[in-house]
């Protein structure tokens, strides 16, 4: 995965993209601190600081996860929403996701609300991007029937708590990150890193459970070369 046979840099940064590109790889593809990550970069002869990890997670996230996303076909016709509640500061603040009929996340949003007026904002962010599916699934929050009926009454909605077990799972990953994290400093932080987090993480999760040995091992190597081609389209 760390290529240093591509040993082309960005200006004003000392390492390779390749270096980068792998740093930013292993904290969102695995469960790892900052402090992880700058010891597995040490094992392999590159000696850099957390704090400087932590600035290339920051800083390239984000664009690594715009590639994903321009680079994936338009979503299934079925979505499945769901939010739970995360504490930031002793706060309560409820992370908003919709993830379609294949497990792509499909967006996500941070409130403070878990309200009528959340929902609807939640949809309209989704709509915008994707455009509005045949179906939406839900559980039985009443905040999602009464701003679908207002903003996309044609929509098929089905609420039942079992229908949508593939949101809810999606939320485990953020769980793991958030406890490695030390919980989120902020709701901006929050967004930020997990809008980069669902989709990165997501390229390298290819479904495991629904594929031959074989066909896994194509997909990993898939994800591994666009890795590596947007490693390579890195900017300051």
């Known amino acids: 995965m760390l290529n ?17 590109g792998y740093a930013v790889w292993a904290y969102h593809r695995f469960a790892l601190s900052l402090r992880d990550v700058e ?3 040490a094992a392999r002869g590159v000696s850099i600081s957390y704090k400087t990890v932590r600035d290339w997670v920051a800083r390239f996230g984000g664009q ?15 979505w499945h929403l769901d939010e739970v509640l995360i504490s930031i500061k002793g706060k309560k603040y ?4 919709a993830v379609d009929a294949n497990g792509d996340v499909l967006d996500i949003l941070i ?10 904002r939640f949809f309209r962010k989704l709509f915008r991007r994707w ?17 679908k009926a207002e903003i996309a009454p044609g929509i098929e909605h089905r609420q039942h708590k079992g229908l949508n077990n593939r949101a809810e799972a999606s939320h485990r990953h953020t769980r793991r990150r958030e406890k490695v994290m030390g919980r989120f400093k902020s709701p901006g932080h ?3 890193f997990l809008a980069a987090h669902d989709q990165i993480a997501t390229l390298f999760r ?11 091992r194509h997909a990993r190597t898939d994800a591994f070369c666009l890795w590596a081609d947007y490693a390579a389209g890195l900017a300051a």
């Open 190 to 192: 929050a967004q930020r």
């Open 64 to 78: 690594f996860a715009v590639l994903i996303r321009r680079e994936r076909s338009g979503p299934a016709d079925k």
């Open 206 to 216: 290819p479904k495991r459970h629904r594929l031959s040995a074989r066909s896994y």
């Open 94 to 97: 409820w992370l908003w996701r």
């Open 39 to 41: 010891d597995m970069l």
């Open 131 to 147: 455009g509005q599916p045949r179906v939406l699934i839900t559980d039985k929050l009443g905040s999602y029937a009464a701003a």
């Open 4 to 20: 240093l046979s591509d040993l082309s840099r960005i200006k004003g940064f000392r390492f390779p993209r390749a270096v980068l």
């Open 111 to 120: 409130q403070s609300r878990r309200n009528t007026s959340a929902a609807k």
